[in-house]
């Protein structure tokens, strides 16, 4: 009797191992999954960001582009400003040389 009940307790360990098991690999697969998709949701996110610095490039330049033809901007003034997108575009070039 006793050696039915332990033979017993050991099936059943044993099906809860195999249930164990085939859950673990089931969540590292869904692990594996979202990892993919966090890359995917990274890259779009990257590419949205590069959209939008240069929508914000596009509308400083039509900015400046409108106000050179509306005369708001003196000689100084548009020094200062290309001297600012120099300094930028080297840091871009900077960091892209990296």
């Known amino acids: 009797m006793k050696n039915k009940q332990i033979h017993n307790d050991l ?3 044993e099906r809860k191992v195999r249930l164990i098991l085939a859950e673990h690999q ?5 692990v594996q ?3 993919a998709e966090n890359q995917q949701l990274q ?7 590069e959209q ?13 582009a ?11 003034g548009l020094k200062v400003l290309i001297d600012e997108y120099i300094s930028e575009i ?3 070039v900077t960091h892209l040389s990296k």
């Open 43 to 49: 890259q779009a996110l990257q590419a949205k960001d």
């Open 52 to 64: 939008i610095s240069d929508f914000k490039n596009q509308l400083n330049i039509s900015s400046i």
């Open 90 to 92: 080297d840091k871009c």
């Open 11 to 13: 099936h059943a360990l």
């Open 66 to 76: 409108g106000n050179l033809k509306d005369g708001v901007l003196d000689t100084s």
């Open 33 to 35: 999954n979202l990892r």
């Open 26 to 30: 089931q969540l590292k697969q869904e």
